[in-house]
């Protein structure tokens, strides 16, 4: 049974009608502290919000050359000392929370990438995209500045993720989830079929949450075995899940509400 049903309620509408996204807000990512977030939104901008206050920080990119609502990605690292962005020209790092660029580089991903992600010191950075006829997911050190492009691996799925502690990443092609050493691009381990979405690690790096139907299934990273199935009763299929370090789930289910594990 789940510890607790979480009701939502909205603390602010982000901006006014001058800075507020003129249209949909298509990614969001959330600062460690949970004080502030980037979005990026179909009116070709990404920006930087005060959720306390509900007001516009910066503006990081914009305009069609820059900024692709679909193909722009940001990410806050975990240990919140960085923020980091790929638009449409390259990826940049900003140091958080002075929002100081400290590196831009170039990577000639000219049609933008499918997924961004960081380790919890933001050290290591991936991200994925679509090259016919296959997908490539690129893994990026930060080196001082510049960035310095360290591992580049021909994979099967369009997005990909990286644990906290840089050893493992995890992409998802169609319904098979893949976890692979960062080193080597070697598979570690595969589902069997039928996981729904991209596996998603734990704090720790010990565990990953995957999603199959009205499941979510905790298995363990290394290897994959199974440690714990939770099934939701009466609910045709799971949205989202997120691990905690305690091994307690989140989770958004098709019936519209999140439930806490």
Known sequence: KPVEFITLQ?????????LRHWNAVCGLSVSADGKHAATVGEDLRVLVWDLEKGSVVKTLAEGRHNVDHRKTHTVFSRNGKRLIMHDLAALSVY???????????PTFVHRGVDSLDCTADGNLIIFSHSVIPDDVAVIWKLAGNPLLESKRFTVKGDVASISPDGRLFSTDYLSDADVRDTQTGESRW????????????SPESDRVAIIENNSVYICRAEDGETLKEIEFEDVP???????????KVLAESSDNEVKLW
């Open 10 to 18: 909205p603390m602010h509408t982000f901006g006014d009608e001058r």
């Open 95 to 105: 140091e958080w929370p002075s929002l100081e660029l400290t590196a831009r580089v």
């Open 237 to 247: 299929y799971i949205r989202d899940a997120a691990i905690s370090a305690d091994l």
């Open 190 to 201: 595969q589902s069997e079929g039928g996981f729904d979405r991209l596996p998603q690690f």
